[in-house]
């Protein structure tokens, strides 16, 4: 063998062996040693990760918290305020004006890509005008109920939301693994409000307008708690971070649904 190719040799064999800062001695680097910088780079990571979820979590809750507010205020508007309440029920042609806009808006955020969603400040005009389109919808329904069914069922829904949120945060249930569940209970609601809008012009029926008023409570808290599951991640499905304004959206229909509902279940008309 020729010197070069022995010192070639000799080159190889250091670059494959290590010094023990103990010992002195040379041995090749452990398993553990040799995957310390990825497992120290993967926990890096992990906590990037969890702290870019917190605040993906807190900026979802603070515009959520927005969108209720004002859907309550307008609301308590048009229970409370006799003078708002008849002028709205006299002119129904607002109703249909503020159904359209919103069903505008929701295919806008929804359904026309991820562009529309991310685009600041769009995503947030289009969501604000979504919110007050819905949350008039919800005051006008509501200006037919009497104020103690009104109230009753604005508890109610916060008692469920919080419920809910809470235990959806400490649950060991993966909710995001039912949704084919959640799919045969919205096809069941759908077949209901079929029936009824079939039965209802021959003649009311409270026992079919009770039963869909509880399936459909039932499905949107099943709802809220998958879609709070998809919210807060380590689970088998997550919302990404950057779609918080699908997530706000989809957490704002779920509790603005869930009081129609229960409006439908315990409401009473006004005299």
């Not at 008849?86 to 359904?111: G, K, V």
Request: aromatic share 16%; with cysteine; charged share 15%.
């Amino acid at each position: 063998m020729t010197k070069g190719k022995q010192k070639e040799v000799e080159l190889k064999e250091v670059k494959l062996t290590e010094v023990s800062p103990k010992t002195g001695n040379e041995y090749p680097p452990s398993y553990e040693e040799a995957t310390a910088d990825y497992e120290e780079m993967h926990a890096q990571f992990s906590w990037d990760d969890q702290a870019v979820r917190r605040i993906f979590i807190r900026k979802v809750y603070a515009i959520l918290m927005v969108q209720l507010f004002v859907t309550v205020a307008i609301v308590a508007l048009f229970t409370f305020c006799a003078p708002v309440r008849f002028y709205i029920q006299a002119h129904p042609e607002l109703y249909m004006c503020s159904y359209m806009m919103f069903f505008a808006t929701y295919i806008a955020l929804n359904c026309c890509g991820e562009q529309i969603r991310r685009q600041f400040p769009w995503n947030l005009i289009l969501l604000a005008i979504f919110t007050l389109s819905l949350a008039f919808m919800m005051g006008f329904v509501s200006s037919f109920y009497n104020t103690k069914s009104v109230v009753l069922c604005l508890g109610i829904t916060a008692v469920v939301c919080m419920t809910v949120t809470m235990f959806s945060f400490q649950t060991k249930i993966d909710f995001t693994t039912y949704q084919g569940t959640l799919l045969v209970l919205t096809l069941v609601l759908m077949y209901c409000c079929i029936i009824l809008s079939i039965v209802i012009p021959f003649g009311y029926i409270p026992w079919v307008q009770a039963m869909y008023a509880v399936i459909g409570a039932i499905l949107f808290t099943l709802f809220l708690a998958l879609d709070t599951q998809l919210l807060i991640g380590n689970h088998r499905y997550a919302i990404s971070p950057e779609e918080y304004v699908f997530a706000t959206l989809t957490l704002y229909l779920d509790i603005v649904y869930l009081f129609s509902f229960l409006l439908s279940c315990f409401g009473g008309g006004r005299e």
